[in-house]
């Protein structure tokens, strides 16, 4: 039986980033997962209060997760997101800022705190989630859609630096799945994006979950700067 991994997943307790941390503890790894309140998250891993808007909040949330296990981060999960969807000319600042603040600036904060660990293992996992919409775009998402598509560069950039040391950099880019983002839209929208999904359905957030589960794995250790699409076939590979 190989050593349990530390892994940290931001956004953990619910959601696309709980089936993730889900995935992890099933596999037998040491799971923390962060949430802005420090509650929450599935049975088996354990909780740390993280704002990823906040360097040093990041910094404490990985100094507990290698202080609880004894191992630096093995694998870190980048999903923490959020959306404040409106039209480009009634975008303030404020709205475009806050996204690309949690979901580029947050998961880059993230995978800067996590290399110094991994630079010391030899080895590890960066994965980004980023979204259909950071390839396609998205009405009413330019903030979402720029801070996503921002994950690719950072992906790449990473793996371009640290490929040689066995450190791998990934984006798991998922299309329409159901979780409290998505329940929170009409449900006549909801319906029209179900309706140009390919595989004409939303999936569950496990579907991600096993994706980036094998993104972390041994057999994935050659896939770096990828973008993998979890999207039912909307994006088309982009
Ligand atoms: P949810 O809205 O269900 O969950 C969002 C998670 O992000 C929560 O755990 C939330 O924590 C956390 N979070 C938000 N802001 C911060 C912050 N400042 N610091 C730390 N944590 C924060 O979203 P999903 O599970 O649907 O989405 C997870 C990821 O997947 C996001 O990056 C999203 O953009 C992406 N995605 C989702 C898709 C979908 O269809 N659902 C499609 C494509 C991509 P808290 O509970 O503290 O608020």
Same mark, same amino acid.
């Given at each position: 039986?190989?050593?349990?991994?530390?892994?940290?997943? %931001? $956004?953990?307790?619910?959601?696309?980033? @709980?089936?993730?941390?889900?995935?992890?503890?099933?596999?037998?790894?040491?799971? +923390?997962?962060?949430?802005?309140?420090?509650?929450?998250?599935?049975? #088996?891993? %354990?909780?740390?209060?993280?704002?990823?808007?906040? %360097? &040093?909040?990041?910094? *404490?949330?990985?100094?507990?997760? =290698?202080? @609880?296990?004894?191992?630096?981060? =093995? +694998?870190?999960? *980048?999903? *923490? #997101?959020?959306?404040?969807?409106?039209?480009?000319?009634?975008? %303030?600042?404020?709205?475009?800022?806050?996204?690309? =603040?949690?979901?580029?600036?947050?998961?880059? /904060?993230?995978?800067?705190?996590?290399?110094?660990?991994?630079?010391?293992? @030899?080895?590890?996992?960066?994965?980004?989630?980023?979204?259909?919409?950071?390839?396609?775009? *998205?009405?009413?998402?330019?903030?979402?859609? &720029?801070?996503? &598509?921002?994950?690719? #560069?950072?992906?790449?950039?990473?793996?371009?630096?640290?490929? @040689? /040391?066995?450190?791998?950099?990934?984006? +798991? !880019?998922?299309?329409?799945i159901d979780t409290?983002?998505?329940?929170?839209?009409?449900?006549?929208? /909801?319906?029209?994006?179900?309706d140009s999904v390919? !595989?004409?359905?939303? !999936? =569950?957030? !496990?579907?991600? &979950?096993?994706?980036?589960?094998?993104?972390?794995?041994?057999?994935?250790?050659?896939?770096?700067?990828?973008?993998?699409?979890?999207?039912?076939?909307? $994006?088309?590979?982009?």
């Open positions: 039986m190989p050593q349990p991994r530390t892994v940290l997943v %931001t $956004g953990g307790n619910r959601g696309i980033g @709980k089936a993730i941390a889900e995935a992890f503890v099933a596999g037998g790894d040491d799971v +923390v997962v962060t949430s802005r309140s420090g509650s929450g998250g599935p049975e #088996g891993a %354990t909780v740390v209060a993280c704002d990823v808007t906040d %360097t &040093a909040s990041v910094d *404490a949330a990985f100094a507990a997760a =290698e202080e @609880k296990f004894g191992r630096p981060v =093995e +694998v870190v999960v *980048a999903n *923490a #997101g959020i959306t404040h969807d409106t039209l480009l000319m009634r975008m %303030t600042d404020d709205d475009f800022d806050a996204v690309v =603040e949690t979901n580029l600036t947050g998961a880059f /904060r993230c995978a800067r705190r996590a290399t110094k660990g991994m630079i010391r293992l @030899k080895r590890g996992r960066i994965i980004f989630v980023s979204s259909v919409v950071g390839l396609m775009g *998205a009405p009413g998402q330019a903030n979402y859609g &720029a801070s996503k &598509a921002g994950l690719v #560069g950072l992906a790449r950039s990473i793996t371009r630096e640290l490929g @040689k /040391r066995s450190i791998t950099a990934n984006v +798991v !880019a998922p299309g329409f409290d983002m998505t329940r929170e839209l009409p449900e006549e929208q /909801r319906k029209a994006y179900v390919p !595989a004409g359905r939303m !999936a =569950e957030a !496990a579907e991600v &979950a096993q994706v980036v589960h094998f993104i972390a794995s041994d057999a994935a250790s050659y896939i770096s700067g990828a973008v993998i699409p979890v999207d039912g076939g909307l $994006g088309m590979g982009h």
